[in-house]
């Protein structure tokens, strides 16, 4: 059970409740990416089971009739134990998918991750065209060549800043550099990908940037925030026409993914707070 301060985050810990918030956002006019939370395991078993939970979850999604996708973290499906056992998992879960016609996300880890999850995309990109996506940080230095390689390959781009901590040899060193890196590598996707450009941010700057790349290029874009995260700025767009997608994280491995939220931004800790004292 999830105290109610976690629940603006986090959609229950059980499928069926995230299935259920995903129809709501489909009511409000927008999709659900829908994320079992778990990662790190250095056993095969439990992420044979979280790819068994994604299989069943793409099966639901589509027996319901719901607007929704799914994303994977590469270390909850087993790219700690080995390269084969998360492509294989992977490739597993985008195969159940394929045959749904759902979508799958691949998120993106820290930078000692990157070649191995653009290896599987890549793979599995080619062998179910349009059916995968991947998560790409504008804080790393070696983006833009990421960004240039996936130009030849049929799976859609989400750009985000970046959750992690990344030492100064492989990212940029500052929150200005990292935005402007964000909207350079914005204007390289709206001008050189026609096979899907995600915008993954809340920044009120960064979308203003992908909607002025739209009226530029043409590109067709969508917006990825957060559940709990400016959800009003959310509703917004959709009732404005854009394509908006929550992710929605669920499961009983809620605790550590709502830290971090609380974390990173002083108005969820005062939200939280706020919570706890009843003020
Ligand atoms: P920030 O630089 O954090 O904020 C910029 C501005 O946005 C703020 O000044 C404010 O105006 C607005 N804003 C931000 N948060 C709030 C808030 N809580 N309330 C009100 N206004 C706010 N990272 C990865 O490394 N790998 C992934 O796979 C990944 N997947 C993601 C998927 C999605 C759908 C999203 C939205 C993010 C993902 N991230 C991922 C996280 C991402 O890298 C950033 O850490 C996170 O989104 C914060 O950056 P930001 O672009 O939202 O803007």
């Known amino acids: ?107 993106m880890e820290d930078h000692t991750t990157t070649d191995t999850t653009l290896d599987a995309v890549e793979a599995t990109a080619r062998d179910h065209p349009h059916g995968v996506g991947v998560a790409i940080q504008a804080n790393l230095t070696r983006t833009r060549d990421d960004l240039r390689r996936l130009a030849d390959v049929p799976a859609a781009v989400r750009l985000v800043k970046g959750a992690y901590d990344e030492p100064s040899s492989v990212a940029l060193d500052s929150k200005s550099a990292v935005d402007d890196a964000y909207e350079d590598h914005l204007e390289f996707l709206f001008r050189e990908f026609d096979q899907g450009v995600a915008v993954g941010s809340h ?19 969508e917006i990825q925030m957060l559940m709990g995260v400016r959800e009003d700025a959310q509703r917004e767009l959709a009732a404005k026409g854009y394509e908006v997608n929550q992710y929605v994280p669920y499961g009983d491995k809620w605790m550590q993914y709502f830290y971090r939220r609380i974390r990173e931004r002083k108005e969820n800790a005062l939200f939280a707070l706020r919570a706890v004292v009843g003020v």
Not at 23 to 38: F, P, Q, R
């Open 1 to 107: 059970m999830i105290p109610p301060i976690a629940s603006r985050f986090v959609a229950g810990t059980t499928a069926s409740g995230a299935l259920d918030h995903v129809s709501e956002c489909n009511e409000a006019g927008m999709g659900g990416i829908l994320n079992l939370l778990g990662e790190h395991y250095d056993d095969p078993e439990p992420a044979a089971e979280d790819a068994d939970a994604y299989c069943h979850l793409v099966s639901e999604l589509a027996s319901r009739g719901l607007n929704g996708s799914v994303s994977v973290k590469p270390s909850q499906i087993g790219i700690d134990v080995g390269p084969d056992v998360f492509r294989d998992n992977f490739e597993r879960i985008v195969e159940t998918a394929a045959a749904e016609d759902v979508f799958v996300w691949c998120d």
């Open 203 to 221: 920044d009120p700057a960064m979308l203003q940037v992908a909607v002025d790349l739209h009226k530029e290029y043409g590109t067709p874009f």
